[in-house]
C-alpha cells in the first residue's frame, strides 16, 4: 500500500514534466507576443525589442526553458508579465473562488442527482425514471452559458433575489458568501446532476439484477435498506470515479461560469492570461492543473478501497 | 399545505442571506463602481501608452496642464508661467498647497525629474526634449526651462491630455530609468490608489486624496477644479459585456465605460439606466498601410486605394447607428484646431474608375495584399471584410487574414514577407486626443525604421512636422498641419476611415461626468443611490 502511494506520487514527476515541456513550447510557438501587446499602439519596433529584452524573451528558447525550470524546481513560478506580480500570489488569490465552487457544485450535484439516479433505476420504466432521464438529457443539451443568463434574467434582473456577479470570500462572511455562489453552483450543478444520475442509475440498475441483492430482498430487509445498503455501496465504485473526475474538470473548467458570474478565479485568469500572452501565469496554472488531475486520481483509487473491500493495492 | 411551509422556509432562509450579504446603505452612497475598457495590469502611465494606464494615472497623478472643453491648454498645477521675449525661456511657479499623497510638497525637483522621464517616453516629449537645453530649479516652487530655439510644444506637450500625458511624480519615483516601470504608486493628483487593495483581473480601488487642493475654477474637459465627490471608486473588471449590463440594470455598477455598441439599444431600454456621450472628440478609425513590401511600398497604389475607400461603409459595418458616428476626413479629428478637409475633397468617395486607373498607371502586378483581421474586438471586427471589398472593388488581391488582437498585435512588428509572416495591412483606432496634430499623431510619423509598425520613411512628411514642433504661431502651425495633410494624400502612411463615439452607460443616480477626451471621475456623484 505504502509502496503504491510512493510509486503514485513520484509518477507526478514524470506527468509535470511532460506537461511543463509541453505547455511551455505550444506557447513559444502560438502566434503573438507580450512585448508588443505590453507596448501599445505607438511602440517602435525599438521599444519592443527593450521589453522582449526586459522580459528575457530575446534569449533562445531553450535557454528560457531551463531558466524557467530551473525556477520551477525551487518552487519558483516566476512573475506575471503584465502584472509585476509573483504568479504564486496571482493563484493563492485565485484558487478560493474556483474551489469553493467547485466543491458546492458538487455537492449541490451529487446530493441530487445520487438519490433521482437510484430512484430512477428502483423505478425503472415508471414515468420518474422518464423524467429523471429526461431532465438528463436537457441538462446535457443547454450550453452552460445560456442556463446562466437565464438564471440571472429571472433571479437577478427580474426578482432581484440573487446578485448579478460577484464573489465575495468566505473571510468577509459566510452569508455573503453562499448568496454569491447559488446562482454559479446550480448553473453549474445542472450538467453535473444530469451526468451522474445517468450515471447512478446505470449502475443500481446492474447491481440490483445481482444475486446478492436478490438475497437481501428475501431475507426481508425493506426496499430502503437494499437499495442503500445492499445496490448503491457496491454501485458506487463508478459513481465516485465520475465524481472525482468532475471536480478536476470543474476546477480546471468553470471558464464560462466564472465569466458570466465575473467570479475571479482560476479559469478566468488562464483565459486572460492566455489572451495576454502572460507566459509565466500560463504555465503554472497549466502545471497546477496537471497536478490536480493526478492527484484527484489519487484520491479515487485510495477511495476504492474503502468502497469495495476487494480491491488491494 | 407542506409546499407552502416549504416556500415559507425557502423565503425567510433567502431573507437571512440577504441580510448578511447585501451591502449597507451607506457604502453605496459613496462608492462608485465602475467597469472600464480594460483591466489594469501596468501601474506606470508613463512606460505605457495603453489607455487604461492613461486613465489610472489621471486619477492617482496630476499635470502641470491641461486641455480644457475648448481645446485649449490651461495651467493645472501651475500657478503662473511666463516666456521669456525670445521664447527661449519658460519659467513656471506651481501653486499652493500641492502634496503628495505621502504628505510632501510637490517641488520644482520633482517636476524637472518628470518631465525627463515623460520626455524620455512619450513622442510628443522626445520631440520637445530635442528642443530643450536645461532644466533649471528658481526655488522650491518655479523652475525654467531653457530652449535651444523656440517651440510651439511646450504647452501642447505638458497640457496633452493623452497617451502619454506629462504626469507629476516624486522625484525619486520619476528617476527610474525610463525603460524600467516605476515600482511605488504616489501621486499627487485627486484620488490615492491603495495599492494593497489591487487585484489584477478583479479590482483596482481608488479613495479620494483628502489633502488634494482643487483649482478654483470649475471642471472644464481635463482642465480645471478637479473636486472628488465620491469617497471610494472601485474599477470592477468584468470580460463579459452581458453580465455588466445586467449588474448596471440591477444596481450592482454604477458606470460602464464602453459598452458593447450592439448592447446599447438594449441599455437605453432601461428606466434605471442613461447613455451619456462623455467622450464627444470620440475615437478615430485607422488603415494602416506597411509601405516596405508590394504593393503598398507604392505610393501611387497607396492613394488608389484613398480613392477606392469612402468612410461610411466602415462606419455602417462597424458602429451602425449614424448618432455615434461622423464622417470625417480631417486627419486632425473634425472640431478641433487643425481639422480641415484640405488635399481630401475628392477622396474617400469611393470613386472605383479613378481608382483603377491609378492602380493600372501604378503598375500593380497582382501581389496579395495581406490584410490583417482583428476577430475578438466587436468594434474593429467588420473593419477588414469591409476593407477587402473596397479594394477588391479596383483590382487589388486580398487575402485577409483573421486572428485575435493580440496576434495581429503581434504580427504587425513583423517586418518579414507578406507572405512569409510580414503583412501589408491592418487597422486599428485611436483614441481622438491622440489624433490632434502632426506630432502626436503616431501614424504620421515617418522617419523609416523609428516609426511606428507600418514604417513609413518620407523626409517631406518629417521636415512638415519638425517646422510644426518649431512653430509657435498657432496660425502658422494650422498651415502647417495643412501640408501635413496634403502630403499624406500624396504619400498615404495610413487612412482615416471615420470617427465613432462611444457613450457611458451610468445609472441615472450617477451626476456630474464631465465631456472629456479621458474617461475622469472628478465632479461625478451618486445622488439618491
Redesign the interface.
Known amino acids: 500500500m505504502l509502496m503504491y502511494l510512493c510509486r503514485r506520487i513520484a509518477s507526478i514527476v514524470p506527468v509535470v514534466l511532460v506537461v511543463g515541456v509541453l505547455v511551455f513550447l505550444m506557447l513559444r510557438l502560438t502566434?503573438?507576443?507580450p512585448a508588443?501587446?505590453?507596448?501599445?499602439?505607438?511602440?517602435?519596433?525599438?521599444d519592443?525589442a527593450?521589453i522582449r529584452a526586459?522580459l528575457g524573451l530575446d534569449k533562445p528558447i531553450a535557454v528560457q526553458f531551463f531558466i524557467w525550470a530551473g525556477k520551477m524546481a525551487t518552487g519558483d513560478f516566476g512573475e506575471?508579465f503584465?502584472?509585476?506580480?509573483t504568479v504564486a500570489s496571482?493563484i493563492a488569490?485565485?484558487l478560493e473562488p474556483t474551489l469553493a465552487l467547485a466543491v458546492l457544485t458538487i455537492i449541490l450535484a451529487t446530493v441530487i442527482s445520487v438519490p433521482l439516479g437510484t430512484l430512477a433505476a428502483y423505478r425503472q420504466g415508471s414515468w420518474i425514471d422518464r423524467l429523471v432521464m429526461g431532465f438528463s438529457v436537457a441538462g446535457f443539451s443547454a450550453p452552460v452559458f445560456v442556463i446562466a443568463?437565464l438564471l440571472?434574467?429571472i433571479f437577478?434582473?427580474k426578482l432581484?433575489?440573487f446578485?448579478?456577479?460577484?464573489y465575495?470570500r468566505l473571510s468577509d462572511?459566510?452569508?455573503?458568501f453562499?448568496?454569491?455562489l447559488v446562482l454559479p453552483s446550480i448553473t453549474l450543478s445542472i450538467v453535473y446532476v444530469a451526468l451522474l444520475a445517468r450515471m447512478t442509475r446505470t449502475s443500481v440498475l446492474e447491481v440490483l439484477n445481482e444475486d446478492y441483492v436478490r438475497t437481501a430482498r428475501a431475507k426481508g430487509l425493506s426496499p430502503m435498506k437494499v437499495v442503500v445498503r445492499h445496490a448503491l455501496r457496491n454501485a458506487a465504485v463508478p459513481i465516485v470515479t465520475v465524481i472525482g473526475i468532475s471536480i478536476a474538470l470543474l476546477i480546471s473548467g468553470v471558464v464560462v461560469t466564472e465569466?458570466?458570474?465575473?467570479i475571479?478565479g482560476l479559469g478566468?485568469?488562464t483565459?486572460?492570461a492566455v489572451?495576454?500572452?502572460d507566459y509565466p501565469t500560463v504555465q503554472a496554472v497549466v502545471l497546477l492543473f496537471a497536478m490536480t488531475y493526478v492527484l484527484i486520481n489519487l484520491a479515487i483509487d485510495l477511495l476504492y478501497m474503502a468502497l469495495d473491500p476487494r480491491i488491494r493495492y | 399545505m407542506i409546499f407552502r411551509s416549504a416556500r415559507v422556509h425557502v423565503a425567510a432562509c433567502?431573507a437571512?442571506?440577504?441580510?448578511?450579504?447585501a451591502p449597507t446603505r451607506a457604502d453605496a452612497e459613496t462608492t462608485l463602481r465602475a467597469v472600464m475598457q480594460s483591466?489594469l495590469?501596468?501601474?506606470d502611465p508613463i512606460w505605457?501608452?495603453?489607455y487604461i494606464v492613461r486613465n489610472y494615472g489621471y486619477m492617482v497623478y496630476d499635470t502641470l496642464f491641461a486641455m480644457d472643453a475648448k481645446g485649449e491648454i490651461k495651467p493645472e498645477m501651475v500657478d503662473t508661467y511666463s516666456v521669456s521675449a525670445d521664447n527661449l525661456t519658460w519659467t513656471f511657479t506651481l501653486r499652493d498647497g500641492l502634496l503628495f499623497h505621502d504628505g510632501a510638497p510637490v517641488t520644482s525637483d520633482d517636476c524637472i525629474a518628470s518631465i525627463k522621464r515623460w520626455g524620455a517616453r512619450d513622442?510628443v516629449g522626445q520631440t520637445l526634449m530635442t528642443f530643450v537645453k536645461e532644466m533649471k530649479v528658481v526655488d522650491a516652487k518655479t523652475f525654467t526651462i531653457g530652449l535651444n530655439a523656440p517651440t510651439g510644444l511646450m504647452l501642447q506637450g505638458l497640457g496633452k491630455p493623452s497617451?502619454n500625458p506629462a504626469f507629476i511624480m516624486p522625484k525619486r519615483v520619476a528617476e527610474t530609468p525610463p525603460?524600467?516601470?516605476i515600482k511605488e504608486y504616489i501621486g499627487s493628483g485627486p484620488f490615492v490608489f491603495k495599492a494593497e487593495e489591487w487585484?489584477?483581473?478583479?479590482k483596482a480601488v481608488f479613495v479620494k486624496n483628502e489633502k488634494y487642493k482643487p483649482r478654483p475654477e470649475p471642471p472644464s474637459g481635463m482642465a480645471g477644479g478637479k473636486v472628488v465627490k465620491v469617497d471610494r471608486v472601485e474599477w470592477?473588471?468584468?470580460?463579459?459585456q452581458?453580465?455588466a449590463v445586467?449588474?448596471l440594470?440591477?444596481g450592482?455598477i454604477d458606470f460602464m465605460e464602453q459598452p458593447q455598441i450592439d448592447l446599447l439599444p438594449e441599455i437605453a431600454k432601461s428606466s434605471d439606466v442613461k447613455l451619456v456621450d462623455g467622450n464627444p472628440l470620440g475615437y478615430q478609425f485607422a488603415f494602416r498601410f506597411n509601405v516596405l513590401h508590394k504593393p503598398f511600398d507604392n505610393a501611387k497604389i497607396r492613394e488608389a486605394v484613398l480613392y477606392a475607400f469612402n468612410q461610411e461603409d466602415f462606419l455602417k459595418a462597424t458602429i451602425g447607428d449614424p448618432s455615434y458616428y461622423t464622417e470625417c476626413k480631417a486627419l486632425f479629428i473634425c472640431g478641433t484646431p487643425f481639422a480641415s478637409d484640405v488635399g481630401m475633397t475628392d477622396k474617400l468617395e469611393s470613386n472605383f474608375k479613378k481608382a483603377r486607373e491609378m492602380l493600372k498607371d501604378a503598375g500593380y502586378d497582382g501581389t496579395p495584399v495581406v490584410l490583417l483581421q482583428s476577430t475578438?474586438l466587436a468594434v474593429l471586427t467588420n473593419l477588414a471584410p469591409v476593407g477587402k471589398s473596397l479594394m477588391e472593388k479596383i483590382g487589388l488581391k486580398v487575402d485577409m487574414q483573421s486572428?485575435?488582437w493580440?496576434?495581429v498585435?503581434?504580427?504587425?512588428?513583423k517586418?518579414d514577407d507578406p507572405a512569409k509572416g510580414g503583412w501589408n495591412a491592418m487597422f486599428?483606432s485611436?483614441v481622438a486626443a491622440?489624433v490632434l496634430n502632426p506630432v502626436s499623431a503616431?501614424f504620421i510619423n515617418a522617419s523609416c525604421?523609428?516609426?511606428?509598425?507600418g514604417w513609413p520613411c518620407d523626409a517631406e512628411l518629417e521636415k512638415l512636422r519638425a517646422a510644426f514642433a518649431r512653430e509657435a504661431d498657432p496660425a502658422k502651425q494650422k498651415a502647417i498641419a495643412d501640408a501635413v495633410q496634403v502630403r499624406e494624400t500624396e504619400y498615404p502612411t495610413y487612412i482615416n476611415v471615420g470617427e465613432y463615439r462611444l457613450p457611458f452607460a451610468m445609472r441615472k443616480s450617477v451626476e456630474g461626468v464631465i465631456a472629456a477626451p479621458v474617461t475622469i471621475f472628478w465632479n461625478v456623484e451618486k445622488k439618491g443611490g
Open positions: 502566434p503573438g507576443d508588443a501587446v505590453i507596448a501599445g499602439n505607438s511602440a517602435s519596433n525599438e519592443i527593450q526586459q506575471s503584465f502584472y509585476k506580480k496571482l488569490d485565485r443568463y440571472i434574467y437577478s434582473v432581484n433575489w446578485p448579478v456577479q460577484g465575495q462572511g459566510f452569508g455573503g453562499l448568496y454569491r465569466s458570466v458570474f465575473n475571479p478566468r485568469l483565459v486572460d489572451l495576454a500572452r | 433567502l437571512l442571506v440577504i441580510g448578511f450579504a483591466d495590469k501596468i501601474l505605457t501608452t495603453a513622442a497617451s525603460n524600467e516601470q487585484k489584477p483581473g478583479v470592477i473588471v468584468m470580460n463579459d452581458q453580465t445586467n449588474a440594470k440591477a450592482e475578438d486572428m485575435d493580440q496576434t498585435v503581434a504580427r504587425r512588428t517586418k486599428t485611436w491622440d503616431a525604421d523609428k516609426a511606428p509598425f
